[in-house]
C-alpha cells in the first residue's frame, strides 16, 4: 500500500484506535468507528489487520465485527447510512456492501428508523 495516502490518515487511524476500548461501551462509538473506516476508505486495512501490522495494536477484522455484534446492529447501520447521506459517504456503504441485497438492506434499516419519528 502506498505510505503517503496513509500518513495524510494517520489522525483518523488514531482517532479510530482511541475508539477501539471504547466500542463495547455505547453505539454512537461504534457508529463513529464505522464511519471513520468507511469515509476514509480503511476498511480493508482493518479487517485485513494491515493497520494492526503497522502498529495500530488492536485495530483489525475483530474490532470491526465487535461494531455489528453488540446486539443493536440494525441502530448502527442505520446511524452510519444516515451519516454516510449526510456527510456524502454513501458510496464507500455501497461498495463494502458487496454481497446480495446487503446494500438494500443497510438502506432499509436506516430508512426503516427514519420513520419511527
Request: proline share 2%; aromatic share 12%; with cysteine.
Amino acid at each position: 500500500m502506498n505510505n503517503k495516502p496513509r500518513i495524510r490518515q494517520r489522525t483518523v487511524i488514531n482517532k479510530m484506535h482511541l475508539l477501539v476500548q471504547k466500542l463495547h461501551r455505547e453505539r454512537r462509538y461504534r457508529v463513529e468507528f464505522v464511519c471513520l473506516a468507511l469515509k476514509y476508505g480503511l476498511v480493508d486495512a482493518v479487517i485485513n489487520y494491515e493497520l494492526w501490522d503497522e502498529g495500530w495494536e488492536g485495530l483489525g477484522e475483530r474490532q470491526w465485527d465487535d461494531c455489528f455484534e453488540m446486539g443493536d446492529y440494525e441502530m448502527v447501520i442505520a446511524e452510519v447510512v444516515e451519516r454516510a447521506r449526510r456527510e456524502k459517504f454513501l458510496d464507500a456503504v455501497r461498495n463494502y456492501c458487496t454481497a446480495p441485497g446487503a446494500y438494500d438492506r443497510w438502506l432499509s434499516y436506516a430508512d426503516r428508523q427514519a420513520s419511527l419519528f
